[in-house]
């Protein structure tokens, strides 16, 4: 396994398109995580999953906004009617919680940058 | 919420210098993470601590959980450590990283 993986790692749109990024995690790792980063800052917290629970969303996540893990290996984060304020880097990490509540650390993967135009 | 914060926000050095980055946040924290952001974005985790001290090659990274306060030191700087460390916690009960904006480091031959 070579890590987490995330397609495409740009992507250019114009204002108004919907647009769909996929996040691969580490094949054993249950939790899966989505960050967006605008360029300057570091990385915020959109939302995550449990295999293919979502158990939190951020309220940075609009409603333009949806994720999903339907079998709890792959994710896609999909952006309807883009804005220009959209335009940031996305960020995908994921991890393996064990039974207790055992926390592990976050492996990242390269992020998919969207410019919107 | 925990707010983080890193200084310094930028830190330019000659290659062989001794680098501190630190970061301070302001609530009790389950975890911390030094993570490396290289251009280009991937993020990659250097360290994860909750108490003490982690060596990892040149890198060092230390934790105070009283003053709520860490470090990430790198001995005998080189170019290749060129890039912007980033601190983020984990607060109890929550499974979200909270980020500080970063420190981006350049080493000069």
């Known amino acids: 396994d070579t890590g987490v993986s995330q397609n495409p790692r740009h992507k250019i749109t114009k204002r108004g398109q919907n647009v769909t990024f996929r996040c691969d995690p580490i094949?054993?790792?249950?939790?899966l995580y989505w960050y967006r980063q605008t360029l300057g800052q570091g990385p915020e917290f959109l939302t995550y999953?449990?295999?293919?629970?979502?158990?939190?969303k951020s309220r940075l996540l609009s409603d333009r906004f949806s994720a999903e893990r339907p079998k709890g290996s792959f994710s896609t984060l999909e952006i309807q009617r883009t804005e220009q304020g959209d335009s940031a880097m996305y960020l995908c990490?994921?991890?393996?919680?064990?039974?207790?509540?055992?926390?592990?650390?976050?492996?990242f993967g390269p992020g998919t940058r969207l410019t919107v135009l | 919420k925990n707010e983080v914060e890193q200084s310094p926000q930028n830190l330019t050095a000659q290659e062989g210098e001794f680098i501190t980055i630190n970061c301070s946040y302001s609530?009790?924290?389950?975890?911390l993470h030094w993570l490396q952001q290289h251009p280009g974005g991937g993020i990659v985790s250097l360290f994860m601590?909750?108490?003490g001290k982690k060596k990892h090659g040149r890198l060092i990274a230390t934790i105070n959980i009283q003053e709520k306060h860490s470090s990430l030191h790198i001995t005998a700087s080189h170019p290749r450590d060129s890039a912007v460390y980033i601190c983020?916690?984990?607060?109890?009960?929550?499974?979200?990283?909270?980020f500080g904006t970063g420190t981006r480091l350049t080493i000069i031959p």
């Open positions: 990490a994921s991890s393996l919680e064990l039974a207790g509540g055992y926390y592990n650390e976050q492996f």
């Open positions: 094949s054993e790792h249950n939790r």
């Open positions: 983020a916690v984990r607060d109890f009960g929550n499974e979200k990283l909270t």
């Open positions: 609530v009790g924290i389950s975890a």
């Open positions: 601590l909750s108490s």
């Open positions: 999953f449990q295999n293919e629970a979502q158990l939190e």
